[in-house]
C-alpha cells in the first residue's frame, strides 16, 4: 500500500532545495556534508529556520513573542504577517500548532543585538518531547516521577487547546534550563495532536524510556 502526498508549489520550494556541498578539507578528502532533516521533517524544519529568521531582527522577533501564551493566540495580529504564507492549510488546529511553536521558540530566542551563530533548528541526535524529558529526568532538571506523570496528564488531553495550556509552561522552564528541544519535531507532533492524539502519545512515551531519537515509518497518515 502506498500513499501519494500532493504537495503546494511553495513546500516543493522549501523542501527541495539541497543545501551546497562542503569544500575540501585540504587533505585530500572532502568533510562531511551537514546531514538534513528526512523527508517527513523537512517542512517542519524549513518552518522553523524561518521562524529564527524573523527572529533575527529586535522587531520579529518581538512580533513573534507576543504569541507566547495561549491567551495571546487568540489574536495573533502581530505574527500573521510574518508566517501566514508559510502555514500549511486552511485548519484551525494547523494554523494554532504553527503559531504556538513560533510564539514559544521566539520567547526563548537569542537577543538578535547580540553577535551570535544562527542555532541548529536539526539534529539527528535530538529526539522527539519525550526524549527532552528523558534528558531532563537525566540531568535533575525534572523529577523523574514528575517526567511520568506528566506524559500521562499531557496524553489524556484531547484537544490542542487544552494540550497546549499544559505544555506551554513546560516548555518554558525547559527553556530556562537550556534543555535540548527539536523544535522541528515538536512542530511535527503538535499538527498531527488533534487527528492522531494516541500515535503522537506513544511516540512520546517511546522516546522518554527507550532515550532514542523516534523515526516513524515510511508510511505517513495524511496531512491535517
Same mark, same amino acid.
Given at each position: 500500500?502506498?500513499?501519494?502526498?500532493?504537495? @503546494?508549489?511553495?513546500?516543493?520550494?522549501?523542501? %527541495?532545495?539541497?543545501?551546497?556541498?562542503?569544500?575540501?578539507?585540504?587533505?585530500?578528502?572532502?568533510?562531511?556534508?551537514?546531514?538534513?532533516? &528526512?523527508?517527513?521533517?523537512?517542512?517542519?524544519?524549513?518552518?522553523?529556520?524561518?521562524?529564527?529568521?524573523?527572529?533575527?531582527?529586535?522587531?520579529?522577533?518581538?512580533?513573534?513573542?507576543?504569541?507566547?501564551?495561549?491567551?495571546?493566540?487568540?489574536? &495573533? /495580529?502581530?505574527?500573521?504577517?510574518?508566517?501566514?504564507?508559510?502555514?500549511?492549510?486552511?485548519?484551525?488546529?494547523?494554523?494554532?500548532?504553527?503559531?504556538?511553536?513560533?510564539?514559544?521558540?521566539?520567547?526563548?530566542?537569542?537577543?538578535?543585538?547580540?553577535?551570535?551563530?544562527?542555532?541548529?533548528?536539526?539534529?539527528?541526535?535530538?529526539?522527539?518531547?519525550? /526524549? %527532552? +524529558?528523558?534528558?531532563?529526568?537525566? @540531568?535533575?532538571?525534572?523529577?523523574?516521577?514528575?517526567?511520568?506523570?506528566?506524559?500521562?496528564?499531557?496524553?489524556?488531553?484531547?484537544?490542542?487547546?487544552?494540550?497546549?495550556?499544559?505544555?506551554?509552561?513546560?516548555?518554558?522552564?525547559?527553556?530556562?534550563?537550556?534543555?535540548?528541544?527539536?523544535?522541528?519535531?515538536? +512542530?511535527?507532533?503538535?499538527?498531527?495532536? &488533534?487527528?492522531?492524539?494516541?500515535?503522537?502519545?506513544?511516540?512520546?512515551?517511546?522516546?522518554?524510556?527507550?532515550?532514542?531519537?523516534? %523515526?516513524? %515509518?515510511?508510511?505517513?497518515? &495524511?496531512?491535517?
Amino acid at each position: 500500500m502506498t500513499t501519494t502526498t500532493t504537495h @503546494t508549489k511553495q513546500e516543493r520550494a522549501m523542501t %527541495t532545495d539541497a543545501p551546497p556541498a562542503a569544500p575540501p578539507t585540504g587533505d585530500g578528502t572532502d568533510a562531511p556534508e551537514e546531514q538534513g532533516p &528526512p523527508p517527513w521533517l523537512a517542512w517542519p524544519t524549513a518552518f522553523m529556520e524561518h521562524v529564527d529568521d524573523v527572529c533575527s531582527t529586535p522587531g520579529g522577533r518581538s512580533d513573534l513573542a507576543s504569541g507566547r501564551s495561549l491567551r495571546d493566540l487568540a489574536e &495573533p /495580529w502581530r505574527m500573521l504577517p510574518h508566517l501566514r504564507s508559510r502555514i500549511p492549510g486552511p485548519h484551525p488546529d494547523t494554523k494554532l500548532a504553527y503559531l504556538a511553536v513560533a510564539g514559544m521558540y521566539a520567547a526563548q530566542a537569542p537577543n538578535p543585538a547580540l553577535a551570535r551563530e544562527r542555532p541548529v533548528l536539526y539534529d539527528p541526535a535530538i529526539g522527539n518531547f519525550g /526524549w %527532552t +524529558l528523558a534528558w531532563a529526568a537525566d @540531568t535533575g532538571v525534572l523529577r523523574e516521577t514528575g517526567t511520568t506523570e506528566l506524559l500521562q496528564h499531557l496524553a489524556r488531553q484531547r484537544s490542542l487547546t487544552s494540550l497546549l495550556r499544559n505544555l506551554q509552561p513546560v516548555i518554558r522552564q525547559l527553556g530556562n534550563d537550556h534543555a535540548p528541544l527539536s523544535w522541528p519535531r515538536l +512542530l511535527r507532533d503538535l499538527s498531527r495532536w &488533534p487527528r492522531y492524539r494516541t500515535k503522537v502519545a506513544d511516540e512520546w512515551m517511546d522516546g522518554r524510556y527507550t532515550r532514542t531519537p523516534h %523515526t516513524p %515509518t515510511l508510511l505517513q497518515e &495524511p496531512a491535517a
